[in-house]
């Protein structure tokens, strides 16, 4: 995966780069949002991540610029803004994502292979699979190996969500704002109690686990090791 | 303070200005009034004068007309014997005086059918003292000419006195009034001066400082009083700014010396072990711990500070209660507790969607962690949560009802505060912020949190209304 990173911080924008280099992808650095924008202008990059703020031109106003001139390359927002009102101004904006400063790296990570897989052209579709376990996003239906299983509409999904980013990790917060729409941290354990007892729908009663948790990010569904 | 700088003081002072201003006023008002009063006096004396005058022209003239042109010089002889009131000439058509105590026709009457107001000599003593007089000429025919006058002197003399006592008034209540506007602002000023005393003092660093107030119930004790509520409110706020920042010290400095102490464990431990890693992800957590306390704080204050226009949208209140509550429904539940949910109407609510949800998880993550205790005891039936949604006309309540330990009365208020947390849940994890983020999202809705007693238990109730602000 390509991924420019427009930032002004050089050490945040180092630390970027060297992490997604680790995480096997490659990062190209901007320091200002005109330089930001004739790079993301040549259209090689899966994902954009850029600041708010930015010498020169600024993030928000580049994304429209960069929307307008017709490249739709999906676009994460960092910001040390925060309030529901800057997240709505950035989506407005064009960008696909927000992120509030200071954040977890693994939170930034699965957003960004959340937005390139998004980029790739998604033919409506309308099962999801993984191994045995098959959603159908028609008849809203789930089956493990041809077995039905009953789910509430929220687990229901809950699972659609996870399966839609197979062998990806989506965190706590993305399951929070993208499941149920909310835009808050929970203090307490919600999302866990939630996945574990969709877990012990699909899982429990069969050998291999699909729905892992991945440690200090989130959770995954995948055929094999987490 | 010397005489003239005060007296200069006092003459700059708006009280003193007020008196001037109204002094002026009132004094051209009187002048004008005493003017007409004088003219006015005047004009009715001089009337009963000439009234005077024409019947007396009456009788004489029936004395003339009888043809005794002797009995009418006798006549005018008696009438005109000195310290009679009445001033008479009687000559002939070639001019020559017959009888009176006038020694000429007066030049102004002369000619004149009405007669007039004349000065005159009067004969007896030094002729350059002239007096005052008022004439008519009374036709007795025959060539013969007759001035009937009175002496006005007197008259003149008394409207001039009159004219000088009123000027005198005048004066009087010019300097009166001075002195009024004068003494006026010296209280004024005084009043003034114990305030600025008291504001001086306070821009000294003497916050507890007040205003004192003197029971006159006037202006400047509704000033005095709405400095001192002013005063009260600004002393409550710096107060509670000062309370927070020595919370924001305290709970700070906890997790930060944590963390400081998470990582430098983690540097004994040999490079890539299990116990490095541990200790890092563990340093990890307690630095976003950091983050979200930080995040809480930032929010409570843009909150504080900020519009709800921009981001208010028309919502169901209903749905989001019920919503937030199935969130939490399975966090509850795992933990031996029940969730109920009483929402009957679905009333729409002009706001903020996503901080009423948070509000609304703070209030119930709030009744999930102090409800522990009970459900820990082992009695089901104390490990009840409440939600309730309640469509009063203008307004909604929201209540989330726990049984667990409850808030001391008074204690309600302050737990409303930022990083306050009592006592016995300082042990708890926790930011200290969720309710004063709850108070927070109220207020800039324009509505209100208040605490309960629920017997056991507590309750607290967020009020907020339909329309946004109502701005």
Redesign the interface.
Known sequence: MHVLVVEDDRETANFLQKALKESGHAADLAEDGETGQSLAEQGVYDVLIVDRMLPRLDGLTMIRELRGKGVRTPVLILSAL????DR?KGLRAGGDDYL?K?Y?YSELLARVEALARRAVPEEQETRYVVDGLVLDRLSHRVTRDGEPIQLQP?EYRLLEYLMKHAGQVVTRTMLLEHV?D?????????ID??VS?LRAKIDKNFEKPLLHTV??AGYTIRDGPA | MALPDRLSRAVSTTAFRVAAVTVTVYLLCAGVVVGMLLWQTNRILTSQVLGTLRSEAELLKVEAQSGDRAALVRAIETRSRPGGPGLYYLGDASGTKLAGNLSRIPPEIAGSAAGGVFRYAPDVANSSSEQLGVAIPVDVGGGTVLIVGRDVEEQRRFAGEMGTVYFLGLGFLTLGGLLAGFLVSRVALKRIETINVAARSIMDGDMSRRIAITGAGDEFDTLAGNLNAMLERIEALMSGLREVSDNIAHDLKTPLSRLRNSAEAALRDARGSEAYREGL?HT?EEA?EL??TF??L??IA?LEA?ALE??AERFDVGRVVR?VA???E??AE?RGMTLIVEVGEDPQLTG?R??V??AV??LI?NA??YSKTAAAAGAAADATITIGLRDMDKVVEIAVTDRGPGVAPEDRERVLKRFVRLEKSRTE???GL?LSLVQAVARLHGGSVRLEDNRPGLRVVVTLPKRGDDR
């Open positions: 925060g309030e529901v009102d709505v509030t200071p977890a929220r149920w909310y835009h808050f941290d929970p203090q307490t354990n919600v109690v939630h007892r440690r200090g | 992800e990890i976003d983050i979200k995040n809480g930032l929010l843009r900020g921009k981001s919503d199935e969130l939490y399975p966090v795992e903020n996503q901080l949800v948070q998880a703070n993550e999930i962690k994890p926790g930011t969720g």
